[in-house]
Nanobody, 124 residues
Framework: QVQLVESGGGLVQPGGALRVSCAVS????????MVWYRQSPGKQRELVAT??????????NYADSVKGRFTISRDNAKNTMYLQMNSLKPEDTAVYYC???????????????WGQGIQVTVSS
């Protein structure tokens, strides 16, 4: 059985930093994409950052609102994705979700799932 587990997050003051993680465990053959989304109260879920791995390496993309402040990365050996968030602003307050698409071996097929969500609160 394949599982996603998010960790990290919490409360931080404006200008501070946090890191959230998303670990994938189980019968993973390969991970096609890993994406961070976030959702604030009363707002639609929005894409924050993506990391995809192809034949020539990984590529990343960011929402304009987080460019230069957030960094997405991945540890392939641990099947874990990270989102390092620096210079945090109150408007970054949201529940952060990871989304993973992968090829699995037991049962054989594709895996497309969301993490449980983790709260990040930026407030003084």
């Amino acid at each position: 059985q394949v599982q996603l587990v998010e960790s990290g997050g919490g409360l931080v003051q404006p200008g501070g930093a946090l890191r959230v993680s998303c670990a994938v465990s189980g019968s993973i053959f390969s991970i096609k994409s890993m994406v961070w989304y976030r959702q604030s109260p009363g707002k639609q879920r929005e894409l924050v950052a993506t990391i995809t791995t192809g034949r020539i390496g990984s590529s990343t993309n960011y929402a304009d609102s987080v460019k230069g402040r957030f960094t997405i990365s991945r540890d392939n050996a641990k099947n874990t994705m990270y989102l390092q968030m620096n210079s945090l602003k109150p408007e970054d307050t949201a529940v952060y979700y990871c989304h993973v698409v992968a090829v699995i071996t037991s049962p054989p097929g594709s895996f497309d799932s969301w993490g449980q969500g983790i709260q990040v609160t930026v407030s003084s």
